[in-house]
């Protein structure tokens, strides 16, 4: 086992990583083996993906399950064996299906050329598979290869990982591009080549980047289509007397199926974590048995899964273990999400977590409502431009702070709570992710009306922010990083690298992100990524806010 794609992962001076028989997120060392395996199986068929679009055959089907299967291997999202021996057998299978389709069109030497992880031969079973887990893992050669070489390439890996995520979401609400799929598979398959060559890694970070942003219009335009806009919205965070189904994950689609699932029949539906913006979207204002937002970040639900009195629901990433919490036989998984034990719901029928809320109490009084505002994204900036405009000329508003992204359990997190609540009265604050909920129920009033926290959504409704940036850079006639904003991101897992890709590549600088280095980095690394964007880790509050407040 060796993973060292999130912030959990195990630091010491000999090295990073977790290489034990168990990684920090819970991930056994078998698991994290079977995952890699499966990653490199995955480059191997956007290697054959690629070759048969040489002679215009395009599989629909393998365009969609690569970067699903990815995704299963993203942080908490997959700990369940079974599924992903399953996920290589459908591997295997795609690539028998491509070959067929193209192979006439090569001769047997062009067959016989393609690289290892495109034509190893394996059995989808599942010690036959970890046998090969050392010639796939994501270290494979580093005894060999400079350490910036290595970072690079993880770099690279974890950021393509955070795009797979967003267009499966993408996917989810209909929306899939040929192009994308193909420029997709072009990353995987430079990934599955162990390039050495820093310049072309580098181009590929940029690449996954400008992937991203196409992938995150497709998501803002599958989101918008199913739901509408998002509005200003007031949200209860607090629950109320009833039967209850809790929602957590991205998935917004399986909320909207829970909801019609579930009308009539006495249950109030929650959200949790990221999926707290659907409750500003038009089309589920419509179910008033959608009552509020309850819990706060991923990493808390040991706590606040096992004091949730009701059926909970994983649609996507972020699940840990249910056991601790003693709530493993009322939470259900979904899609690509596995937790070996838990029960798995497949198709579009909730009628297992329907009858378990309904076997189970539910909250048994009401409490004092606790409402925060929600809903600032793409639309609703836009037209709160003007106001904002004119309150840029005037001198009400001196400065954008942009603090969101992933959140996390260690201490120094609480840099986020202090950032927030020490930025200057005449500043306003955009959040996103399920960084927000450092602060997101604290008060920080108004400027002329204009609320000073907005909070514009998901992870991936950077996009909304980047659209605002865009605007008033055209309205102030000039460069985004002229402008009076500031980006400081948590980072957790690979969705955030993958924003983080998507900024840099649209060339946006001085961001600062913590709480601490990708420790998949190098210290050189580091240090280029600074001189080229001006990139920095977080300080101290005090010395972060005097720095970029200088800058502007």
Not at 408 to 413: M, N, Q, T, V
Not at 459 to 479: G, H, K, P, R, T
Not at 524 to 530: I, M
């Amino acid at each position: 086992m060796f993973c060292i794609q999130c912030e959990q992962t195990i630091r010491t001076p000999a090295g990073s990583g977790c290489s034990y028989s168990q990684g920090m997120c819970g991930k056994l060392a078998a698991t994290s083996d079977l995952q890699d395996v499966l990653i490199y199986l995955l480059q191997g068929l956007s290697y054959h993906a690629l070759k048969a679009r040489e002679f215009g055959i395009i599989n629909h089907d393998v365009d969609t399950f690569v970067p699903k299967a990815f995704f299963a291997t993203l942080t908490n999202v997959n700990f369940d064996d079974e599924r992903i021996v399953a996920l290589v057998g459908e591997a295997l299978s795609y690539r028998e299906q491509l070959l067929q389709a193209y192979s006439g069109h090569c001769s047997a030497e062009d067959l016989a050329s393609a690289p290892v992880y495109a034509s190893m031969t394996l059995e989808a079973a599942k010690n036959n598979i970890i046998e090969l887990a050392a010639m796939a893992a994501p270290n494979r050669g580093s005894t060999e290869i400079h350490e910036d070489i290595l970072g690079l390439r993880l770099l690279c890996l974890y950021g393509l990982k955070g795009a797979a995520a967003y267009m499966e979401h993408a996917r989810v609400l209909d929306q899939t591009s040929i192009d994308v799929a193909t420029e997709f598979h072009r990353l995987m398959d430079f990934l599955g080549s162990d390039s050495e060559d820093a310049g072309a890694l580098f181009d590929a970070a940029m690449a996954i980047g400008q992937l991203n942003y196409q992938i995150m219009a497709m998501l803002d335009l599958g989101e918008t289509s199913c739901f509408g806009h998002p509005e200003p919205t007031q949200v209860n965070t607090v629950p109320f007397k009833g039967k209850a189904i809790l929602v957590s994950g991205h998935d917004m689609k399986d909320l909207e199926l829970i909801l019609q699932q579930t009308q009539g029949l006495g249950i109030n539906v929650y959200t949790h974590g990221e999926m707290l913006p659907a409750l500003a979207y038009p089309a589920f204002k419509q179910y008033p048995h959608l009552v509020g937002n309850y819990g706060s970040a991923w990493q808390n639900q040991q706590t606040e899964f096992a004091n949730f009195p009701g059926a909970v629901v994983m649609t996507s990433n972020c699940i840990i273990d249910p056991f601790v919490g003693q709530y493993n036989e009322r939470i259900f998984t979904r899609s690509i999400v596995g937790w070996p034990g838990v029960t798995h719901i497949e198709g579009d029928d909730f009628s297992a977590v329907i009858n378990k809320a309904l076997a189970l109490d539910g909250f048994k009084y009401d409490e004092i409502p606790h409402l925060i505002t929600i809903g600032f994204a793409r639309n609703a900036l836009m037209a709160a431009a003007p106001a904002v405009v004119e309150n840029v000329k005037n001198g009400s508003i001196k400065h954008f702070f942009l603090v969101g992204g992933c959140d996390g359990d260690k201490s120094e997190r609480s840099y986020f709570t202090e950032f927030a609540t020490a930025a200057p009265k005449d500043s306003v604050i955009l959040t996103l992710g399920c960084g927000k909920y450092k602060f997101n129920k604290l008060e920080f009033g108004d400027i002329n009306g204009i609320p000073r926290l907005l909070d514009i959504g998901q992870c991936n409704d950077a996009y909304s922010a980047i659209q605002l940036a865009l605007v008033l850079s055209e309205i102030f006639e000039c460069e985004l990083n002229e402008l009076p904003l500031s980006l400081v991101l948590s980072w957790f897992e690979q969705k955030a690298i993958v924003i983080l890709l998507t900024l840099l590549s649209l060339g946006v600088k001085n961001i600062r992100t913590g709480p601490t280095a990708p420790a998949f980095l190098s210290a050189n690394l580091l240090q280029v990524l600074e001189q080229q964007f001006g990139l920095k880790t977080t300080t101290t509050v005090d010395a972060d806010l005097a720095s970029l407040l200088n800058r502007a």
